[in-house]
């Protein structure tokens, strides 16, 4: 491997170097990723591949050595890249070849979701399709001109050999340059106008959206086992509170039933983890049955947050308890001692798909015994044939009701044999070796995730969930800032770097707007209000689109701007909740104003694609509903105070927002004017309930609060 570093400049570095993700029959050779903090990266740090981390150094080398580049993108818990490397670029055939012909850059998609979005957008002009891992030949300066996913090792039907590929692409770089460089130049062409065909709307903000959006879930929602569409079928449960939001505006029961339906098949398919908790990437088959066995940090918290919007739409206590458990798994398994929360979990184990999650029949005697493993068994469909390459994925083909009735007993009874079941189970499969933790900090997902924990531990009265969504803001906000403050996206192993981008900003913002809303702490209000306003000054656009990267960050060929909400929620969507949130709890009609423009300039995509804008489209509804507060004037944990707002918390209100004033605090009276003239009255707990820009009398009993959120 080369290396401009001398030997004993070399030999100080490797002292400091992360060595958990290295493979142990890696023996001494290293690339330059052996530097990185990124798992990914340090995943294909032993490969004889001499890669470039992602930076100007790699483009120099391509410039002066007259190469073009290959970038490949991936993260760490991403089956298929490591299929491919494994294939391909542990190869040392493949890797001389892709050496001598190309400088090749490595990128976690993860750590730069900006160059991952540039250059997904480019496969997807392309080839119509796009995924990782996402390999992209570039010029030197940085335009791509051919793009592919998995490229295999050897050629398969229709798909060439990754080593054919490079040699003809290598071939044409010398002869036919020309050629590529025009496909270059039309495609860098095409993003440029992509990002400009992003124009204002000319029309007022209208209910429209939200109907043709329920409209088009309508059409494509399976009514055998929920979701949408065929498969393979993602959770998408963003797409599922926005029907929570649809069927109150609308009154429409039929949005309710999609969204209810479709949590309670994936909880009860194999989708879910039934040992451990937690969901699993996606499904491979339409009825939630097969899982795509990686777990993602914001899949958890989008699904537990669509599991509490349900859970306040219905009372049932099934969707109370699929936040807690699904929350549970994120505490148990991804949490740090420092407080923030990990990426996710790999799919594989040594290089075998799913095999952490599956049992046998056998297995599951050893740990249960045989009565009850045989009613173990039976429930969760484990059985000698298996249902899954000859193993089995536990799963409920009918819900713990049903089952009751089939072995003639409670519900209750059979509950706790499968609870008991299950947590044997589960500390049987601690001595399993546990499939990789992708153990970064990444400040957008634990927005997210501090946003599910807080409002968890508020609904479900679990003080541990407010203690961690706390732990979770403050590490951020203390650790993961550069010398100036300016908010750094990832940390890890105590480095924190990379400036943060518009979804890291609008996250946290959405997440310390919750946890104030949790535990009424004004300090992150007061953090979420100053964030907001750095957004503004960094993201900012003159047609009110935000740009995904700050004015001080790295510009790759364009400035993309993002609307889609896909399987993570985009950080335009993102501002515009958090803008409207923050304008009405603090009467600041500016940040609503420019939630507004989001919206209104963001028309083009949810009028295209309203069942790709779910989060846009929340933000739309919010914006257009009737603006609800509820101020609190009581001392701090005052019980008759508590009890007003756990009634305001009892029903699905999105709109409704809680202000609590303590007799001795000057803090939050300088964030909002909404409390400056409410105080206590006779020395009891006061509530205020304001609609739109109306305050209604004061009220000090418990039944006076319920009764004015009737009204």
């Known amino acids: 491997m080369t290396n401009s570093q001398d030997t004993e400049s070399l030999v100080n570095r490797l002292s400091e170097i992360d060595t958990s993700l290295l493979p142990t029959d890696g023996g001494d050779h290293y690339n330059r990723l052996i530097f990185e903090s990124s798992p990914y990266l340090l995943q294909h740090a032993t490969n004889p591949v001499d890669w470039y981390p992602w930076g100007q150094e790699a483009f120099d080398a391509a410039r002066e050595q007259n190469k073009p580049v290959l970038v490949s993108i991936g993260y760490s818990t991403c089956?298929?890249?490591h299929v491919m490397e494994r294939e391909s670029f542990e190869d040392p055939e493949v890797a001389e070849v892709l050496n001598k012909l190309f400088i090749p850059i490595k990128v976690d998609r993860e750590e730069r979701p900006d160059i991952d979005n540039l250059y997904m957008t480019a496969c997807q002009m392309l080839t119509g399709g796009g995924g990782w891992p996402l390999n992209v030949f570039l010029t030197h300066d940085k335009t791509p001109f051919y793009t592919a996913t998995y490229i295999p090792r050897q050629a398969r039907g229709q798909i060439s050999g990754i080593i054919d590929i490079l040699t003809k692409i290598g071939a044409m770089w010398e002869s036919d340059r020309d050629t590529l460089l025009a496909t270059g130049k039309d495609l860098g062409e095409a993003l440029i106008r992509h990002e400009s065909s992003l124009s204002t709307a000319a029309v007022p903000l209208s209910e429209k959206p939200l109907k043709e959006a329920f409209d088009r879930f309508m059409e494509t929602f399976d009514h055998d086992r929920g979701g949408f569409g065929s498969a393979p079928k993602f959770?998408?449960?963003?797409?599922?509170?926005?029907?929570?939001?649809?069927?109150?505006?609308?009154?429409?029961?039929?949005?309710?039933?999609?969204?209810?339906?479709?949590?309670?098949?994936?909880?009860?398919?194999?989708?879910?983890?039934?040992?451990?908790?937690?969901?699993?990437?996606?499904?491979?088959?339409?009825?939630?049955?097969?899982?795509?066995?990686?777990?993602?940090l914001y899949d958890q918290a989008l699904m537990a947050l669509a599991a509490l919007d349900a859970y306040q739409a219905t009372k049932d206590s099934f969707f109370a308890n699929l936040a807690d458990q699904t929350l549970t798994y994120v505490l148990r398994d991804l949490t740090l001692p420092e407080g923030g929360f990990c990426s996710g979990e790999d799919a594989d184990t040594e290089g075998v798909e799913g095999i952490?999650?599956?049992?046998?029949?056998?297995?599951?005697?050893?740990?249960?015994?045989?009565?009850?493993?045989?009613?173990?068994?039976?429930?969760?469909?484990?059985?000698?044939?298996?249902?899954?390459?000859?193993?089995?994925?536990?799963?409920?083909?009918?819900?713990?009701?049903?089952?009751?009735?089939?072995?003639?007993?409670?519900?209750?009874?059979?509950?706790?044999?499968?609870?008991?079941?299950?947590?044997?189970?589960?500390?049987?499969?601690?001595?399993?070796?546990?499939?990789?933790?992708?153990?970064?900090?990444?400040?957008?997902?634990?927005g997210l995730t501090i946003a599910a924990v807080a409002r968890a531990g508020s609904l479900l009265g679990h003080s541990e969930y407010l203690d961690a969504a706390t732990r979770a803001a403050d590490f951020i906000l203390s650790d993961m800032r550069d010398d100036r403050g300016r908010l750094l996206r990832r940390w890890r192993l105590g480095h924190a770097g990379i400036p943060a981008f518009l979804e890291d900003y609008a996250a946290l913002i959405l997440g310390l707007i919750e946890l104030y809303q949790a535990c009424f702490e004004?300090?992150?209000?007061?953090?979420?209000?100053?964030?907001?306003?750095?957004?503004?000054?960094?993201?900012?656009?003159?047609?009110?689109?935000?740009?995904?990267?700050?004015?001080?960050?790295?510009?790759?060929?364009?400035?993309?701007?993002?609307?889609?909400?896909?399987?993570?929620?985009?950080?335009?969507?993102?501002?515009?909740?958090?803008?409207?949130?923050?304008?009405?709890?603090?009467?600041?009609?500016?940040?609503?104003?420019?939630?507004?423009?989001?919206?209104?300039?963001?028309?083009?995509?949810?009028?295209?694609?309203?069942?790709?804008?779910?989060q846009l489209l929340m933000a739309l509804d919010?914006?257009?509903?009737?603006?609800?507060?509820?101020?609190?004037?009581?001392?701090?944990?005052?019980?008759?105070?508590?009890?007003?707002?756990?009634?305001?918390?009892?029903?699905?209100?999105?709109?409704?927002?809680?202000?609590?004033?303590?007799?001795?605090?000057?803090m939050l009276p300088e964030l909002t004017s909404l409390v400056r003239d409410k105080t206590m009255r006779d020395g009891k707990a006061t509530a205020y309930f304001c609609r739109g820009r109306t305050c209604q009398a004061p009220v000090t009993t418990l039944e006076q609060v319920v009764e004015r959120l009737k009204g």
């Open 79 to 81: 089956h298929w890249c």
């Open 235 to 296: 959770p998408m449960p963003h797409n599922l509170s926005l029907l929570f939001h649809i069927a109150r505006r609308f009154d429409l029961d039929e949005a309710d039933a999609m969204a209810i339906k479709t949590l309670q098949h994936i909880r009860l398919g194999g989708m879910y983890d039934h040992i451990g908790f937690g969901m699993h990437r996606y499904s491979v088959d339409a009825f939630w049955r097969v899982p795509h066995f990686e777990k993602m």
């Open 356 to 446: 952490y999650y599956l049992w046998t029949p056998q297995q599951v005697e050893e740990v249960l015994g045989h009565q009850h493993a045989t009613i173990f068994c039976y429930c969760y469909e484990i059985s000698e044939e298996g249902n899954f390459e000859g193993s089995n994925i536990p799963r409920l083909e009918m819900d713990l009701k049903e089952w009751a009735q089939w072995f003639s007993t409670t519900a209750e009874e059979l509950g706790a044999v499968l609870e008991d079941g299950r947590r044997k189970l589960l500390q049987a499969r601690k001595s399993r070796i546990h499939p990789h933790r992708d153990d970064k900090v990444l400040v957008a997902w634990n």
């Open 522 to 614: 004004p300090r992150y209000l007061a953090q979420a209000l100053q964030l907001s306003k750095e957004m503004q000054e960094l993201f900012g656009s003159p047609n009110g689109i935000y740009h995904d990267t700050g004015t001080d960050a790295e510009e790759v060929l364009v400035r993309k701007r993002t609307l889609h909400d896909g399987a993570m929620v985009s950080g335009n969507s993102m501002a515009a909740m958090a803008l409207v949130r923050l304008g009405s709890m603090t009467g600041d009609t500016a940040l609503e104003e420019h939630a507004e423009q989001i919206i209104l300039a963001s028309s083009k995509q949810w009028t295209t694609v309203p069942t790709g804008s779910s």
């Open 622 to 666: 919010m914006a257009l509903s009737e603006k609800e507060i509820l101020v609190i004037a009581a001392p701090k944990d005052d019980p008759e105070a508590l009890k007003m707002v756990t009634a305001a918390r009892a029903e699905f209100r999105p709109n409704l927002m809680t202000l609590w004033q303590t007799p001795d605090d000057t």
